[in-house]
């Protein structure tokens, strides 16, 4: 919701494709790649504990950084070629009898061959990788990572990665994360980035809002509800069944107590 102007997402069902069974072959193979990607997050927990970790200096600002459109801007052929080149650090394809352009042929087909139906007419999708694909979430990754090694290597002091959502802790001021910004969005590329720096010491990050600790030199981290929040997940006097209800309860209070790192300010939000 918090995206401008609402945009809609295509994503296709593909676990009954014909191509199916191939992208969960190919998958196999590149899965164990994702331990090449670094300063990716795997949850919200994930980033609690990399960011108690960290000291920061006085003059340490926090900035988020978005990208527009990403799975339906990476180059398939680009982002093929990029996990080939990291293809040697999976142990199932170096016990393997293919070969490197057996993959990526193998992987242009799975990705280059996305149909889906509305309103009774055939589509096709030209550009990016199909979302609902096995496949493209984990070569958006490794696409994205190699993407912006290149594109923000001046700006990536401290950095964490969760899809295509990125922290970063830098030293550079707002005009200068700006200018910045702008430089490497006027390149050819098709992925583009959006970015909010941080306001009074504060920012939103992953559902969570962060706060400098200017006394500790750490970062505070709270659960943060949305504008758009309702409030609301299920009318009780739904029929869905009790321990549905009770579940949405017990879980909702969890996550805002062990992903806010002060217990009393977390009761206090329940």
């Not at 390149?187 to 969570?208: A, G, M, P, S, V």
């Amino acid at each position: 919701m918090r995206k401008k102007d609402y945009p809609l997402r295509i994503i296709i069902c593909t676990r009954s494709a014909i191509l199916s069974g191939v992208s969960k072959y190919v998958y196999s193979f590149i899965k164990q790649l994702r331990e090449t990607v670094e300063n990716c997050l795997k949850n919200t927990k994930h980033l609690i504990e990399q960011l108690s970790q960290i000291t920061l200096d006085h003059d340490h600002r926090l900035v988020r950084i978005g990208v527009v459109d990403m799975f339906t801007n990476v180059p398939v052929s680009q982002a093929i070629a990029i996990v080939l080149q990291r293809i040697g650090s999976s142990e199932k394809f170096c016990q393997t009898n293919l070969t490197k352009s057996d993959l990526r042929e193998l992987s242009k087909l799975c990705l280059k061959n996305s149909y889906f139906t509305f309103s009774g007419r055939f589509y096709h999708q030209k550009n990016g990788l199909p979302m609902g694909n096995i496949l493209s979430g984990l070569i958006a990754d490794i696409y994205l990572h190699d993407h912006l090694q290149q594109q923000l290597k001046e700006i990536q002091d401290k950095n964490w990665r969760c899809v295509d959502d990125m922290l970063v802790v830098t030293k550079m001021s707002e005009p200068k994360v700006e200018e910045y910004m702008k430089k490497i969005n006027y390149t050819k590329h098709k992925i583009k980035f959006t970015h909010e720096y941080e306001k009074n010491n504060q920012l939103n990050y992953l559902d969570r809002t962060l706060t400098k600790n200017t006394t500790t030199n750490k970062i505070d981290i709270q659960w943060e509800r949305e504008d758009t929040a309702s409030d609301r997940f299920v009318n009780y006097q739904s029929c869905h069944q009790r321990s549905i209800k009770r579940n949405l309860i017990s879980n909702m209070t969890e996550r805002i107590i062990t992903t806010t790192k002060d217990i009393i300010i977390g009761k206090w939000m329940i």
